[in-house]
């Protein structure tokens, strides 16, 4: 088989997604999927769409979404760029942008998949550390390209705009890229700069705020000649990134935002919930505004308490790395799913 590899397969590290169990029934809090289900009207929507025009193919600047996703962001549609999830959309950024004389810098505990993709397109990574508060000093990153999860995945802690506009005016030649797969569980977005600095790119992903995981669907905000490029190396990968029904899905879940916010605004309020439960058995939680809580405690191994929510049907994501092996990322479930995970952390500690 390898003798018929291009030579830099390899040598590649592929991500590793969590599990997505086919048997038994898990509560699954390690992909930080919405426990809630998507938007009536979504699913009215894509049913629609399963029509006999499933024949053509789709609009291949997907000009409808992208004027609806313009709109949410109060921008235009040549400022928006989507793709096939915005892992997709994050590949074609790191390909139109990144393969350039300076390093990638990006923090030392982040999404995991930059540096598979900084692999992938021969990229030179250069990972700065976080502090001991696990908090991204931005101030110490140097001019080239950046990019950062705010909130930072997998600790949950946000960096505010005062802070990514420091950046962004102190290297107007550098691309800011600022994935806020994770912003509508809190934080405020960086949407509003992007009409003001051409150095910043925003993306998103319907996956977590939007619960539609299964459709894959992501985006980028940007300068109009950011998104430019990103068509070109789109263009000249797959024209139709976004199905019809994908797109349909798009449009009906950002028109019915009221849904998600009360959606959104119930996993928020599952999660200090949470910490407050986890704080009381002895955890130590980092602040998260994400839809995840990244947590320790300080009498029990990560791996021994991963293992014995696994055997209990409760699955978390635990990372077998130096400096993270310690902690437990846990998704925020529903109030029922944090329940029952919270009654089988104090059965499995009264027990040792
Ligand atoms: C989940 C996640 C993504 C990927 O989103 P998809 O749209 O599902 O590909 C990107 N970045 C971060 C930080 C994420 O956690």
Redo the contacts with the bound molecule.
């Keep these: 088989m390898s003798r018929l590899w291009s030579s830099m397969v390899h040598n590649l590290h592929p991500y590793v997604p969590g599990e997505q169990p086919k048997e038994g029934t898990f509560i699954k809090l390690n992909t ?1 999927e919405n426990p809630y289900p998507p938007s009536p009207k979504v699913l009215a929507a894509i049913k629609e769409a399963a029509n006999d025009d499933l024949r053509l193919y789709p609009d291949p600047i997907s000009l409808a979404l992208r004027k609806q996703i313009a709109q949410h962001h109060a921008l235009e549609a040549s400022q928006v760029f989507v793709g096939n ?4 959309v ?1 590949a074609h950024i790191f390909h139109a942008f990144f393969m350039r004389p300076e390093p990638l810098q990006f923090p030392n505990i982040s ?1 995991s ?1 930059y540096p598979v993709y900084c692999q992938l397109y021969g990229i030179e990574p250069n990972q700065v550390a976080l502090n001991e508060d696990f908090e991204i000093e931005l101030a110490s990153y140097q001019s080239g390209p950046v990019i950062l ?1 705010n909130p930072n ?1 997998p600790t949950g802690r946000l960096l505010g705009l005062e802070e990514l506009e420091k950046r962004l005016r102190a290297f107007p030649d550098s691309l800011l890229v600022v ?1 806020e ?2 912003i509508d569980f809190g934080g405020a977005s960086a949407d509003c700069l992007v009409g003001q600095y051409d150095n910043l790119l925003v ?1 998103r ?4 705020s939007l619960s539609l ?1 299964g459709i ?3 985006y980028a905000l940007g300068h109009a000649q950011l998104i430019e490029a990103l068509i070109r190396v789109k263009d000249s990968f797959n024209s139709y990134p976004v199905d019809s029904l994908a797109s349909a899905a798009g449009i009906a879940a950002l028109a019915d935002w009221s849904y998600y916010q009360s959606v959104n605004q119930q996993v928020i309020d599952n999660r200090e919930g949470l910490v407050n439960q986890l704080d009381a058995l002895g955890f130590v939680t980092l602040p998260s505004t994400a839809n995840f809580v990244f947590t320790r405690h300080p009498k029990y191994q990560g791996g021994w308490l991963y293992q014995q929510l696994k055997d209990a049907g409760i699955l978390v994501r635990h990372f077998n790395r130096p400096g993270l092996d310690q902690w437990l990322r846990i998704s925020v479930g529903s109030s029922s799913d944090c329940d029952q995970l919270v009654k089988r952390l104090q059965q499995m500690l009264a027990a040792k």
């Design positions: 930080n999830g915005s892992d997709e994050l999404y998949f999860p995945a994935d797969a994770y993306t992903t319907y996956s977590k995981a894959r669907l992501g």
